[in-house]
């Protein structure tokens, strides 16, 4: 069964940086695209990030570039987002997900939700003005 488990969110200043963890389990890690999704208060979730294991790609959502980092060890399982430069807009639960390559391959917009197969349970971020 897959498993995907956030960890590192909180409260955080703007200015402040935080640094996201998601431990993977239960499918082939390598074989993943992995994306980081975030969903503000009567919002929809929206793609912050995403980043394959095959061709190095790692798109950013327009809204976090030059902040965000989005980066993976294959050896653990695991993918990470670093956040500097954090903002009040920047609040919201933040998910993990994972999307085949093939899937993102053939796709010109990665950083949708419905590509993605499995997702977290979600950790939430808070950034005070």
């Known amino acids: 069964e897959a498993q995907l488990v956030e960890s590192g969110g909180g409260l955080v200043q703007a200015g402040g940086s935080l640094r996201l963890s998601c431990a993977a389990s239960?499918?082939?890690?390598?074989?993943?695209?992995m994306g980081w999704f975030r969903q503000a208060p009567g919002k929809e979730r929206e793609g912050v990030a995403c980043i394959s294991n095959q061709n190095g790609r790692s798109p950013y959502a327009d809204s976090v570039k030059g902040r965000f980092t989005i980066s993976r060890d294959n050896a653990k399982n695991t993918v990470y987002l670093q956040m500097n430069s954090l903002k009040p807009e920047d609040t919201a639960v933040y998910y993990c997900e994972a999307a085949t390559e093939k899937t993102i391959e053939a796709v010109t917009t990665p950083l949708i939700p419905f590509w993605y197969d499995y997702w977290g349970q979600g950790i939430q971020v808070t950034v005070s003005s």
């Open positions: 239960g499918f082939d890690f390598d074989e993943y695209v």
